[in-house]
């Protein structure tokens, strides 16, 4: 029978990896535990540790080395892809007080038209910002900067 894991638990696993990151537990450069490792570190199944470590993958926050394993990345280092671009710069509104509290985020559509993408790409920017914690959604009404986030 294959194990179960509480639904959002890689939002959790995100936190935390995404804390060692930032935190200099994992210096960049650093190679990253295993997906294996990690199942046995949070007691969760393989999919689980994937979907953490894709959302991660997807910040920027570590990069990928087919055959490797996965490595920290530079947090000051240049956005490779439209998205982690996209992410990146929604982020830095929201860190530097462009975007507060409460404000509701550009559609989909408009970061599509705005920065030349498909609304796939500014969609997983957009999600990208939601695994971080800084934004919610609110379906059918688009997304908004988190209340709680910390300045």
């Not at 500014?122 to 939601?130: D, F, H, N, S, Y």
């Amino acid at each position: 029978m294959t194990r179960r894991t509480a639904w959002g638990t890689y939002v959790y696993i995100t936190r935390v990896l995404r804390h060692r990151l930032t935190d200099g537990t994992y210096a960049p450069g650093a190679r990253i535990p295993s997906e294996a490792a990690l199942c046995i570190e949070f007691g969760v199944v393989r999919s689980t540790v994937r979907r953490a470590l894709s959302a991660l993958q997807a910040e920027g926050l570590i990069t990928v080395r087919a055959g490797v394993g996965r490595f920290a990345h530079a947090p000051d280092a240049q956005p490779r892809t439209r998205t982690e671009h996209i992410a990146a710069n929604l982020r830095h509104q929201i860190e530097t007080g462009s975007f507060r509290a409460g404000d509701a985020l550009p559609s989909e559509k408009q970061l599509a038209r705005r920065h030349g993408v498909s609304r796939s790409t500014a969609r997983a920017a957009l999600i990208t910002l939601e695994t971080a914690g800084l934004v919610t959604c609110v379906h059918g009404k688009g997304r908004y900067v988190r209340q709680d986030v910390p300045r």
